[in-house]
């Protein structure tokens, strides 16, 4: 097969191509559509998506995003890994639909060991990193202190900064718009990663 200049063939470069376009696009009131469960079901092969959740699903940019996060988790998941490193590369989460309900006051990794908490302030907020001392790698974190940095789905700097002995980083929220309405307006999703020195 002819290959492009970026070295993929052109059959994978498309594929690359139509799903950025299908999980970028604007959808107004975007939601969650299907739960973790559906979605991990089809994943595994136990259950197959019904016509109407496969319609669903390619109908919301949000529940692909979801889908799309789950199966990359399965594959890392399934990655030999040795049982004593606990290196930590990243956790990821997502705003959920029962979360936009009412103010904003938590949000948690998939994984559960980061949690973001915000409290009002000053007519604004506060934004609260803390680490869940259940992470296998949270000794590893606390006694390396790296540099963390907290971002939206696009790509925005919510926190940066190092924990301190509690297992907390605490700034002010730096956007004019709430938390809740914030990450709703980025695609509903976040990350922590350690920022590369």
């Not at 990359?72 to 606990?86: C, G, K, V």
């Not at 990821?92 to 009412?102: D, F, Q, V």
């Not at 006051?105 to 302030?121: C, H, I, M």
């Amino acid at each position: 097969m002819k290959e492009n200049n970026l070295n993929l063939p052109h059959d994978d470069l498309d594929a690359r191509l139509r799903e950025r376009l299908l999980l970028s696009r604007p959808v107004p009131g975007d939601r969650l559509m299907l739960a973790d469960a559906t979605l991990s079901a089809a994943l595994d092969g136990t259950r197959a998506l019904t016509p109407n959740e496969r319609q669903a699903l390619s109908a919301s940019p949000l529940t692909l995003r979801r889908f799309r996060q789950l199966s990359l988790e399965r594959h890392a998941a399934a990655q030999p890994r040795a049982a004593n490193d606990p290196v930590w590369t990243g956790s990821s989460g997502m705003l959920r639909a029962a979360s936009t309900a009412e103010a904003l006051e938590a949000l948690v990794t998939d994984d559960g060991y980061w949690t973001l908490n915000f409290l009002p302030q000053d007519g604004g907020w506060q934004v609260i990193l803390s680490l869940s001392t259940e992470a296998p790698f949270a000794e590893r974190v606390l006694r390396e202190q790296p540099q963390l940095r907290v971002i939206d789905g696009g790509g925005a700097i919510v926190l940066q900064g190092r924990l301190d002995a509690d297992g907390e980083c605490e700034r002010v929220w730096p956007f004019a718009t709430a938390p809740g309405s914030h990450f709703q307006l980025y695609g509903a999703g976040f990350a922590v990663e350690p920022v590369a020195p």
